[in-house]
């Protein structure tokens, strides 16, 4: 067994840390929030962000970032895209030589558009890095509800020994060379949700949603493609595996912020009521760079960029989809 720190008490970094726990590993979950951490421990759950999930009695939870993790083995990081480059150079003097960390984070970095890999090995250099993608709701990992993963590396070994300390009889873990391919599913697959989303809000069907979701994978693996994934991955489950899920449920938080702007709710209003980091709206811009960098065709990902941050109608935005010049697919 080994000792293990998840840095971000959020709902995923919590329900991997209970995950873990009760497979017999020694875990301690660093959060910021030191009001948070004293109820956690004396309550043992995560009423904000995973309620109804218990945290075992052995799971460590502390404010220190060294007693976090000093001499862990494997280090989950699970703070949002947003703040890994702050809270991974915060962290880099206590990481053990080596160490695996492995990122659960969906996203982009905004300024200087790298995966949330490489933003990681720029702050740490001494640690190996991996990715932990696909189709999985916080609420149903803690729940022990029966979920498939990935876990993406370029160094086989680190994913073997992964695969190995997270599996489990309720979570499987499928091993992947491609991390250019997850990193860049994962991310954009946040921004297909918000579309699916806004289509919910409007009232729109099934028809609409498929295509919306199909149309969005191909912008998916063109740009992965472009920037040396392979197109093989986003068939898998950090690909239409994650887009699935995150497209058709209510745990996502990422669809009911769309729901929300689909109905006529500003962009600042959905923030607020959704209460919880909207992955897909801090990763649309850096996506629509990428595109323009990559000379890569994203439609889609430029229309939900227009009404995130250019105030267009989203009806309009379809219309405007709708109406463009045929072409084969």
Request: charged fraction near 20%; include cysteine; proline fraction near 3%.
């Amino acid at each position: 067994m080994k000792k293990i720190a998840v840095i971000g008490a959020g709902s995923w970094g919590t329900a991997l840390a209970v995950m873990l726990e009760q497979s017999g590993h020694s875990v301690t979950m660093w959060a910021r929030n030191a009001k948070a951490v004293e109820e956690m421990q004396k309550t043992r759950e995560n009423k904000q962000y995973l309620p109804g999930v218990l945290l075992g009695e052995q799971i460590q939870i502390t404010t220190d970032p060294k007693e976090a993790v000093a001499e862990k083995e494997i280090v989950i990081s699970a703070v949002p895209s947003r703040a890994v480059r702050e809270t991974m150079t915060k962290f880099s003097p206590f990481f053990q030589q080596e160490a695996s960390i492995v990122n659960v984070a969906k996203g982009l970095e905004q300024d200087s558009l790298l995966r949330l890999s490489q933003v990681i090995k720029q702050c740490v250099p001494h640690c190996q890095v991996c990715v932990l993608s696909g189709p999985s709701h916080a609420e149903e990992v803690g729940k022990g509800i029966p979920t498939a993963c990935v876990i993406a590396s370029e160094k086989e070994e680190t994913a073997k020994m992964i695969q190995k300390e997270f599996m489990n009889p309720n979570f499987r873990l499928y091993t992947n060379s491609d991390v250019i391919g997850v990193e860049i599913g994962a991310a954009l697959k946040n921004i297909m949700a918000l579309a699916a989303g806004m289509s919910d809000g409007i009232g729109f069907g099934d028809n609409t949603k498929a295509a919306l979701m199909t149309r969005g994978m191909a912008e998916m693996t063109r740009l992965g493609i472009a920037m040396g994934g392979k197109a093989e991955t986003f068939a898998g489950l950090s690909g239409i595996g994650d887009l699935i899920v995150t497209c058709t449920s209510m745990h996502s938080r990422n669809r009911r912020a769309g729901i929300l702007l689909g109905k006529g709710k500003s962009l600042s209003e959905t923030l607020q009521e959704v209460k919880m980091v909207v992955e897909g709206v801090n990763t649309v811009q850096a996506a629509c760079e990428l595109a323009k960098k990559y000379d890569v065709c994203m439609p889609l990902t430029e229309q939900i960029n227009e009404v995130l941050f250019y105030g267009k109608d989203v009806r309009q935005a379809v219309l405007q989809l709708m109406t463009r010049d045929g072409k084969a697919e």
